[in-house]
């Protein structure tokens, strides 16, 4: 079925109302604009510039029940993706500065609490 010209593509209308007035919620893929993070031995390491809402909810409920260092984990995880992470993890001589900071970019981002850079 394709859309009529002219026609507000269905990701962009108004969400539908089901019973109750209640919303309908539908997933929307969209590319995801990624910025980088750290370098390392001549590799960008990226993140994505923001996370989706559902990732955001997520992190503020790992650290209401487990506590803000598995909520941080779970974010540098999510962030870097399972290879990226390693890599991280594996760094010798990363000084405390450069990981908290690290650290302190993604939670920030991941919590909605950073604005992207424009």
Same mark, same amino acid.
């Given at each position: 079925m394709?859309?009529?010209?002219?026609a %507000?593509?269905?990701?962009?209308?108004a969400p539908? $109302? @089901?019973p109750g007035g209640a919303l309908?919620? %539908?997933d929307v893929s969209t590319p995801?604009?990624? $910025? @980088?993070?750290?370098?390392?031995?001549g590799k960008a390491y990226l993140i994505p510039a923001a996370f989706e809402l559902g990732d955001s909810l997520t992190y503020v409920n790992l650290s209401r029940h487990f506590g803000a260092d598995i909520a941080a984990d779970w974010a540098?995880?999510?962030?870097?993706?399972?290879?990226?992470?390693?890599v991280l993890r594996s760094v010798r001589g990363l000084s405390p500065e450069k990981l908290d900071a690290i650290v302190?970019?993604?939670t920030a981002r991941v919590a909605g609490t950073q604005v992207p850079k424009a």
């Open positions: 394709g859309e009529t010209e002219g %507000v593509p269905a990701a962009l209308a539908a $109302e @089901v309908e919620l %539908v995801v604009d990624r $910025e @980088v993070l750290f370098r390392y031995q540098m995880e999510l962030a870097l993706g399972v290879d990226g992470y390693a302190a970019m993604v």
